[in-house]
């Protein structure tokens, strides 16, 4: 089945506490994203990445790494979270960069930070 | 500033009723424009999409959007509602940047609430 996963679902954790949000998709597409969404607000892009080892900042990258070193995966690394990092993260990804293609989105990623 | 409006945080509707979920955009030119629905703890999964042509677009679940140029509007429409309708609806645009794509812009949300 065609799709994007997400690991973990859900996190709770504290202030500091280096953590790794892992994204994986097995469509082989090349274009992979992470956006947070915050009540109010809709969905925001933090980071892109167009292939492999080219990635670029999106909306809101304050806070936040990224890499892709694989094709299938993109992992979105907070190297130390803070309280306003709360948030609901969603990884997508699409066949190439252009906007005719869909973006598919994974399930999403529940964070709270303490 | 370049946006995403969707004025409506909360609609009711009744099971059957016909609905309308309002979006407009502010860009400089047309934008790609995309419905998307999230459903209670699932991720987003895409409606419709308009990229050109025919100002009138049909797409999944019975829902179709009409795009009007002269009101920056793509406003999203559904003839008869039925309860599994019911979740989040976002409107999104990307403004076809040169260079770089796929930058979806969304709008806050209109949360949908279907009685029986």
């Known amino acids: 089945e065609a799709q994007v996963t997400q690991n973990p679902r859900y996190l709770i954790t504290v202030t500091g506490k280096k953590l790794t949000v892992t994204c994986s998709q097995n469509?082989?597409?090349?274009?992979m994203s992470w956006y947070r969404q915050d009540p109010g607000l809709g969905l925001r892009q933090i980071y892109y990445?167009?292939?492999?080892?080219?990635?670029d900042k999106g909306d809101v990258p304050e806070g936040y790494k990224v890499s892709r070193k694989e094709k299938r995966n993109f992992p979105l690394i907070l190297e130390s979270p803070s309280p306003n990092q709360t948030s609901l993260y969603f990884c997508?990804?699409?066949?190439?960069?252009?906007?005719?293609?869909?973006?598919?989105f994974g399930p999403g990623t529940r964070l709270t930070v303490l | 500033a370049q946006s995403v409006t969707q004025p409506d945080i909360h609609i009711t509707v009744s099971e059957g009723a016909s609905l309308e979920l309002r979006c407009n955009y502010s860009?400089?030119?047309?934008?790609?424009l995309f419905w998307y629905v999230q459903s209670p703890g699932q991720g987003l999964q895409l409606l419709l999409k308009?990229?050109?042509?025919?100002?009138l677009v049909q797409g999944i679940k019975g829902f179709e959007a009409e795009f009007k140029r002269s009101q920056s509007s793509f406003n999203l429409r559904k003839p008869s509602v039925h309860w599994s309708d019911a979740a989040e609806y976002f409107c999104a645009v990307d403004p076809i940047l040169t260079g770089g794509g796929n930058k979806l812009t969304f709008g806050t949300g209109t949360q949908l609430k279907v009685e029986l």
């Open positions: 990445s167009m292939n492999v080892e080219v990635t």
């Open positions: 469509m082989n597409h090349e274009y």
């Open positions: 308009y990229f050109s042509g025919d100002t």
């Open positions: 997508a990804s699409s066949l190439s960069r252009f906007q005719y293609n869909e973006q598919f």
């Open positions: 860009y400089g030119a047309t934008p790609y």
